[in-house]
Every structure is written in structure tokens, then in C-alpha cells.
């Protein structure tokens, strides 16, 4: 049996028992701040557990896409041994408030007996040490009881969190050994111990408890059941793989990487291990990009470079694959398993231009590593070991692997205890990632809020929105009122607060578009509707009100009154957010996907996949596009569709994006059939020539292969015209040109300027020259210990290159000595330091300027014969200057000494 048939019969068998088939959800987490990437099955139904969202079904299944890299749940340093991996597949059955633990027991016993034809012999079934009735329905299910083993909390009890829905879970092991009535190994004191040929493939959780914060278990109204398979561990024990890397999943990818590498598979050596490192690393990066989940620098994308680069790394290192290689194994999983995973097939362009991109970018980031690595060892004192938190950074900052930099101590003389070297740059490793982790994953907990409303949903049910059709009604009930954290009965004049309503107008921020705000009016009381954030639970809209007359109370009626200015300037916006993104994917390609938007009455931004600058030919066409369908004046087509329905009429949805089973879909036609059709649930224009103009103001990079796009509509559209107009009119009356002579004329402009400031260099330069022959003869130069001669001065008036070709050439004057050269500029000051040849061993430039750059309050660093350095401490450029006499004259006392 295949992995691709194991998958396909463990969802068919649950939809035989009544379970929806739920596609799996993406990698990135749809609004949960405490996930890095999906991790779990039961990630997409969270808050179908925790109550606060309904859904038409009561039974589920999936197979979900799961990355485990970073944060609680990370084994990526693990990955290449036999067991661990970054992405694997999760297949699981779900019951919320349905069916519990008779129905999952037998369930999962009839499809590993009965489905997988799994001998029972080898199977080991664990409970919680107090949950007897577990233990007993594995009896009635045909399990001998001697198979059923107890364990306690840390093997079989699971939780959400400290508190909140937990309860026991029952795990299935299988034994893998060659015979299972072998009695020295296929015996229970194997299962649960790490290496053993007994190895866990399903988990049954029962949520049955709510565990408050004092730690006390209160059963649960309706428990449900969350299960877990690895799909590579079943494969592995269905077809009889010593691991899952043998497996039809896995193993046709090693394949591949050794056949780009031109050498066999053999598992024990270092070349193996490299294998099965690239090919776990190949497909966590193959979905991670396809889910619009970039390398970058911070976060989630931090951690998906950092997978790659020890991909790209391992083939170098240990495979010699010099050439770009990576995207080659990304585009092999796309292959592989584009049939389960369409949208592998999809992405597949996008998913090879981004790897190429960052295996080009890591060669050169690695040079520069290496290159920083030289400067450590440079500016350390001769015989000392660098500080292990800057050899740590090396890593972490510019990718330097860390056996290289382990290799170059040992080239250095120092001895290298492996196991110790390890500990100490993980823990120099920890201490720096602290504040990177802080700044790219801070995160905070919706759980206090949801806890605030969820009460509120439950007593008064999902607010009706009726703003599709109108901005205005005057039949709403106040359902419930907040201030502060304390839901309160009325909210007095000069009061802030929140307020819910049976049915509103008000469209509440969602999808990228700005909440409303509007007024609100009462037979005494007038208040104004400051926002309408986010719902908090599903379905319940809040307003956030100031109440400036009168006071509101619960039960009022109320007219509910949107600014219609506002909503129709963010309508416009909305509308042609939509058809930006047509006109980006028919200029650009299909691999332009949305990474987020803002949709507000006065601009609209647009983030979005792409690896290159937008040209002016290519932004031009996209205007064209925009306001060419804006021109054709189309009516706006809205449909109401289940979400399978949707998908099928190749809408596009976002990516991480939950929707609900009955889905809005907005279409705009084209010339040729449809122009734009994607899924939302925002306002927009009946027809698009309600949107007047369009035009965008800026394209920028916001991440490696992420572009952001701002533009206008309407009247600020409009606005943007005139000032143009005013500017160009501007422009050419102080140029004395015509319109078409203003880029000639600038032109010209720019290359009188060029040849003006060459011409100030090259007189700068001259004067210092010759204020530095007065120095050689004597003015500045001054002999220390053994005559050796230096010569320090500032040159403030040159830029970097001028006092690097100064420093050049005064050195050949001297022919034998130091020069330093300093220099002040945009508040900071910068060394440069030369020693001549015969002295570079007694006095090398990049001692003198680790000893200097500290008076300017900075560091340096460099080689024996030229070093440079700077500080933000300019004041102190002289005394810097001053003490380089001292600083040489130390160095040859002490090379003397110890000669």
C-alpha cells in the first residue's frame, strides 16, 4: 500500500462513519498569534473546541500539513537522524461534542485491524493510569488485556494550555521488529522508550475537563475526541520500512539527492545523514513557500531561511553540490506530491524562483560569514579564544555554519572538545535569539477578550449585518453593553465603551478593510461609533462608541447610522483591491499571491508575493489594466456559494484566511469572461466605474520575495492628478523647458553636478596630499620605539575613498611605518589604519584599531596591514589620534619583550 492510498483510506473510512472531509489548512496560522506554523490537526478546530465557533458539521477528518521549527515544538537541529522531521503530515478524526471514547476506540481499531491489516500482535495500546473506562473499552474492543498498559500525566494526559479543555489520551504503538512474537523486544517494557523498535503512530485525546487556574477539573458539558496519526509513521510500519525515511514518501526524494550528488544512499555515513537532512528540509520548504510563507529575518520566516540555508549547507558541505541545487529536490516534492496537494502544482514557478533566489543569496552571505569570521579572529589578541557569543552571532546573523567556525579555531591551534564547544554555543546561542524571538513572534493572548464576549455570543446569539444592503437602520436593540472588562447595563455621557447589537449596519474590520464608524441614536442619547474592530467571537459585532449625549442602556432601541462618506471611499478602495490583483497576476504572473492588505477610505495597500522590483512599464500596465476595467463600467456580481462550490469556480481566496461553509464570491467581468473573482465578505461598488480612478504611489520590498504596493481611488486619485500637475508645472518653470524637455534638462543638471563635485574631490584630495609631504617631513610624523615611524592626522574634509587613497599614499611616502588617518562625519567618526609591510607582525594595523576604536566609543577590526573602525563618539577624534603614538609604541615594546 502507497503513502498517497494509507492517506486516501484513512479519510474515506471516517466519511463512511459520518466525518466531513476537511481540507488540511495552511502552514500559516489563521489568527492564532501563539503559532509559528500549524503543528497539529487540531489546529484549524480550535476554536470549535473551545466553543467559540460553530460550524455545520459535527464530525471531521483531515490530513494537515504540519511544521514543527521553533518554539515549543522544535526538532530542527534533529533532522537527519532516522526519526525526526520538520514537515510531516498529520492525519486525524475529530468529534466535536459528538461521539467520545467508545466510538473512537472502535473506530480506530477497525481501521488498523480491519482497513490496514495491521496484526494485532503488534500493536500496544497505553491509558491514562486512572482512566479504567479506556482501559476497559480496549478489552470490549478485542484487545487482550495484557496490551493495554497505563502511564501517567506526561505520557497520556493532554491540555490546551494551563487551563481551559484537557483530558486523557490513549496512544497506539506498533512494534516494527522483524517477528512479533519475538519475546526479548515486542514486550511492554519497550513502548515509550526512546529507541526502541516500538514506536507510537496514533494518539485518541479525549477532551473531557476544563482545568481552571487554581488547577481544579470540571467536566465538560460535551466532550469531544481529537486524534493524531503521523502519516509517515503508518506508512513506515504498513510497509515495512526500518524508518520513515524508507518509505514511498520519503525515500524517492533521498533518491533523487543522491543522484544529484552522483554517489549511492548508504544510511550510517556523513553523506546519508546530509540526504536526509535536504530531503526533510525540501519539503517543509516547498509548502512553507507555496503558503506564502517567505525567508526572511524575523519570526516564521526567520525559521524557514534557516531551513533552507542548512539544506543548501548540508549539500555543500557534504555532498560537494557547488552548483545551485535546492531547487531542484523543491521542485522533485512538487512533483511527488502535487496530487494530494494541488496547490503545490500551483505555486510550483514561484517555489523555484524563491529557492534559487535564497540558495544565491546564502553563497554570498556565507563569503561574508566567512569574511566576518577572519575580521573575529583579526581583532582578537594573538593566542585568545573569540568570546563564544560573537562566534555564536556569526550563525545566527550571517548563516556561518558552525562547524565551520569550529574548523577555523582548530586551523588557530585551539583545542576543540565537541560536546563542550556545543553547549557553549547553544548557550551563547539561546541568550542572543531571546530578544529575536521577543521582536519577531510577541504575540498577544486573545484568550481574555474571547472569554469577555463569548458569554455575550452565547446569551444573545450572532449579530445580524445587514450592511450589504444598507448604512443605515432604525430597528436595532442594544444587546449588551462593555466598559472596561466588566459588561455593564448602561454607559453614561463622556463614557468610552463597547456595544452589541441584535443586527447592524456597521461593517466590523475583516479581510483587510477598516471597520466602519458612523453614530448612533437613541430617543436621549447620541454616541459616536469610534470603530468596529475585529469580531471577537464569531458572528458577534462590536462597536466601539463614545457616548456624547444622554446614556445608553440595554434593550434600547437605536438608530445604528454608518458614515456613508467614509464607506463608500473604502468601497472604492475594496473594489479595485480586486482588480489590482487580477492586473498584478496578468502582468506578473500566477505566482503573485496576496500576503495581506489594508483597505481604508483614503488609500489601499496591497502585499504581495514577487521577487523583483515592479518596473515603470510594468506599473503603467497595471494602471492600464485597473482603469481600463474601471472605464467599462461593469456591474459587480455578487453569489452566495457553499465554499467546495466557490473553489470549484476558481475563485481565489487568501491564504490562512478561515471562511465559513457558506461563502460571498465577488466577480468583476472582462472583455473575454471573468476578469477578477475572488472570495470576501467586504463592501464594495455595485459597478466599477463607481470608482473613478485609479492610481498606485508606491511599490516597495517589505521581505525577501514580498512587495508592497500603495495606491489611490476616486477623489484622492483625482488629488494626486493635480498635485502632479502643479509639481511638472513647477518644475519646468524653473528649468525654462517644456514638459517633454524636462528630462534632458536634468540630465544635464546631474552631469554638471557630477563633474562639479569630481572636480571639489580631486582638489580636496590634493591639498591633503600636500599637507601630507609637510607631514613626512616632519610636521606630524614622530618616531617611537626603534624609530619606527607614525603618522596620525585627520583629513575630515575627504570621504571614505579619498581617505583610504590618502592613507595609500602616504603609507609609500613613509615606506617603512603606521599611518592612521581619521575622520568626522554625520555625527560619527572613522579610523583607518596602515602599517607597512616589514612591520604588519610587530604592529598589525587590526591590534592598533581594536585599541583605538574604543576611544570613539566603537570597535574595528582588520587585517595585519590595513584596518578600519568607527564609533559614535566624533568629539573624541583627537584624543584617538593622540594616543595611536602610545598604542604602536606598546605593541613594539611588548613584541620585544617577548622576543
Excluded at 625 to 640: A, F, G, K, S
Excluded at 691 to 705: Q, Y
Excluded at 788 to 817: C, F, H, M, N, P
Amino acid at each position: 500500500m502507497t503513502g498517497n492510498e494509507i492517506r486516501e483510506k484513512f479519510l474515506s473510512y471516517f466519511e463512511k462513519q459520518g466525518h466531513r472531509r476537511v481540507p488540511s489548512s495552511p502552514l500559516l496560522p489563521s489568527n492564532d498569534p501563539t503559532l509559528l506554523f500549524a503543528n497539529a490537526g487540531m489546529n484549524q478546530f480550535k476554536d470549535v473546541f473551545l466553543g467559540v465557533e460553530k460550524r455545520d458539521y459535527a464530525r471531521a477528518t483531515s490530513s494537515q500539513k504540519c511544521l514543527r521549527a521553533g518554539g515549543k515544538h522544535n526538532d530542527l537541529d534533529d533532522v537527519g537522524d532516522a526519526t525526526h522531521h520538520t514537515f510531516f503530515e498529520m492525519l486525524g478524526n475529530f468529534s466535536f461534542g459528538d461521539y467520545f471514547k467508545r466510538d473512537a476506540i472502535r473506530y480506530a481499531l477497525e481501521l488498523l485491524l480491519g482497513e490496514y491489516k495491521i496484526p494485532l500482535e503488534r500493536l500496544w495500546f497505553t491509558v491514562f493510569e486512572t482512566d479504567d473506562e479506556a482501559a476497559e473499552l480496549w478489552v470490549e474492543a478485542g484487545v487482550p488485556r495484557e496490551r493495554v498498559l497505563r502511564f501517567g500525566a506526561k505520557d497520556n494526559f493532554w491540555q490546551m494550555g494551563d487551563t481551559g479543555p484537557c483530558g486523557p489520551c490513549s496512544e497506539i504503538h506498533y512494534y516494527g521488529g522483524e517477528n512479533p512474537e519475538d519475546p526479548e523486544y515486542n514486550r511492554p517494557e519497550y513502548v515509550n522508550r526512546d529507541g526502541s523498535p516500538t514506536v507510537e503512530i496514533w494518539n485518541l485525546v479525549f477532551m473531557q475537563y476544563d482545568r481552571d487556574a487554581e488547577g481544579n477539573l470540571t467536566p465538560l458539558p460535551k466532550p469531544s475526541v481529537d486524534t493524531g496519526a503521523g502519516l509517515e509513521r503508518v506508512t513506515a510500519a504498513l510497509q515495512h520500512a526500518p524508518n520513515n525515511y524508507e518509505t514511498d514518501l520519503l525515500r524517492p526524494i533521498v533518491d533523487f539527492v543522491a543522484q544529484l550528488a552522483d554517489c549511492h544512499y548508504e544510511p550510517d555515513t556523513k553523506e546519508g545523514h546530509a540526504m536526509r537532512v535536504i530531503t526533510d528540509h525540501a519539503r517543509a520548504t516547498a509548502f512553507a513557500i507555496a503558503d506564502n510563507i517567505l525567508p526572511g529575518n524575523e519570526g516564521r520566516n526567520y525559521v524557514i531561511r534557516k531551513i533552507m540555508r542548512r539544506a543548501i549547507y548540508h549539500g555543500r558541505n557534504a555532498l560537494q553540490l557547488d552548483d545551485l541545487f535546492f531547487h531542484k529536490v523543491t521542485g522533485f516534492v512538487v512533483n511527488l506530491m502535487r496530487e494530494a496537494y494541488p496547490e503545490l502544482e500551483a505555486s510550483r514557478d514561484f517555489i523555484e524562483r524563491m529557492v534559487r533566489l535564497e540558495e544565491e543569496r546564502f553563497g554570498s552571505t556565507l563569503t561574508t560569514g566567512l569574511q566576518k569570521l577572519e575580521a573575529l579572529f583579526a581583532s582578537t589578541p594573538e593566542g585568545a579564544m573569540p568570546n563564544y557569543k560573537e562566534l555564536a552571532r556569526l550563525y545566527d546573523t550571517y548563516g556561518t555554519p558552525r562547524d565551520l567556525i569550529r574548523v577555523g579555531l582548530e586551523e588557530r591551534g585551539f583545542k576543540i572538545d565537541e560536546a563542550e564547544f556545543n553547549e557553549q554555543f547553544d548557550a551563547a546561542l539561546r541568550e542572543i535569539q531571546v530578544v529575536a524571538s521577543a521582536r519577531g513572534n510577541a504575540t498577544v493572548s486573545a484568550k481574555v477578550i474571547k472569554g469577555r464576549y463569548s458569554t455575550i455570543a452565547e446569551r444573545v446569539g450572532p449579530t445580524e449585518f445587514t450592511g450589504y444592503e444598507e448604512t443605515r437602520t432604525d430597528d436595532a436593540r442594544i444587546m449588551a453593553l462593555v466598559r472596561g472588562d466588566e459588561e455593564v447595563d448602561e454607559l453614561r455621557e463622556g463614557e468610552e465603551g463597547e456595544v452589541v447589537f441584535d443586527r447592524t449596519p456597521f461593517y466590523a474590520e475583516s479581510g483587510g478593510q477598516v471597520g466602519d464608524t458612523g453614530v448612533l441614536i437613541t430617543g436621549a442619547a447620541h454616541a459616536v461609533v469610534l470603530d468596529t474592530p475585529p469580531a471577537p467571537v464569531g458572528g458577534l459585532v462590536v462597536h466601539r462608541v463614545k457616548v456624547d449625549r444622554g446614556n445608553l442602556r440595554v434593550f434600547d432601541p437605536v438608530s445604528a447610522i454608518v458614515d456613508v462618506e467614509k464607506r463608500d471611499a473604502t468601497r472604492r478602495n475594496h473594489t479595485a483591491t480586486h482588480l489590482m490583483h487580477a492586473a498584478l497576476r496578468e502582468v506578473l504572473g500566477s505566482h503573485v499571491k496576496q500576503g495581506g492588505s489594508v483597505v481604508a477610505p483614503n488609500y489601499l495597500r496591497f502585499d504581495f508575493t514577487h521577487y523583483q522590483p515592479l518596473t515603470r512599464e510594468e506599473i503603467a500596465e497595471i494602471e492600464r489594466l485597473v482603469n481600463y476595467h474601471i472605464l467599462r463600467n461593469e456591474r459587480v456580481q455578487t453569489d452566495i456559494l457553499s465554499l467546495d462550490e466557490a473553489m470549484q469556480t476558481g475563485a481565489m481566496a487568501l491564504f490562512g484566511e478561515k471562511y465559513a461553509e457558506r461563502v460571498r464570491v465577488l466577480s468583476v467581468p472582462g472583455a473575454e469572461g471573468v476578469f477578477s473573482k475572488e472570495l470576501c465578505g467586504g463592501t464594495h461598488v455595485r459597478a466599477t466605474g463607481d470608482i473613478g480612478l485609479f492610481k498606485i504611489t508606491s511599490d516597495e520590498s517589505i521581505a525577501s520575495g514580498t512587495r508592497r504596493i500603495r495606491a489611490v481611488t476616486g477623489r484622492d486619485a483625482f488629488l494626486r492628478f493635480q498635485e502632479t500637475e502643479a509639481l511638472v508645472d513647477q518644475i519646468s518653470g524653473e528649468l525654462r523647458a517644456t514638459r517633454g524637455d524636462i528630462p534632458a534638462a536634468v540630465l544635464k543638471l546631474q552631469e554638471e553636478l557630477k563633474k562639479a563635485r569630481r572636480e571639489a574631490d580631486e582638489l580636496r584630495l590634493k591639498l591633503a596630499l600636500g599637507a601630507g609631504a609637510e607631514a613626512v617631513g616632519g610636521v606630524e610624523t614622530r618616531e617611537v620605539a626603534g624609530g619606527v615611524r607614525v603618522l596620525a592626522r585627520e583629513a575630515s574634509d575627504l570621504d571614505a575613498q579619498a581617505l583610504r587613497q590618502l592613507s595609500d599614499t602616504l603609507l609609500a611616502q613613509i615606506k617603512s611605518g603606521v599611518v592612521i588617518l581619521g575622520r568626522r562625519a554625520d555625527g560619527k567618526a572613522s579610523l583607518i589604519v596602515r602599517t607597512s609591510t616589514d612591520l604588519a607582525k610587530r604592529v598589525p594595523a587590526g591590534q592598533v584599531i581594536k585599541q583605538l576604536a574604543p576611544i570613539i566609543g566603537g570597535r574595528g577590526g582588520g587585517k595585519p596591514d590595513m584596518a578600519e573602525g568607527g564609533g559614535p563618539e566624533p568629539q573624541k577624534l583627537s584624543e584617538a589620534l593622540e594616543a595611536s603614538y602610545q598604542v604602536v609604541e606598546r605593541l613594539l615594546t611588548e613584541q620585544g619583550a617577548s622576543a
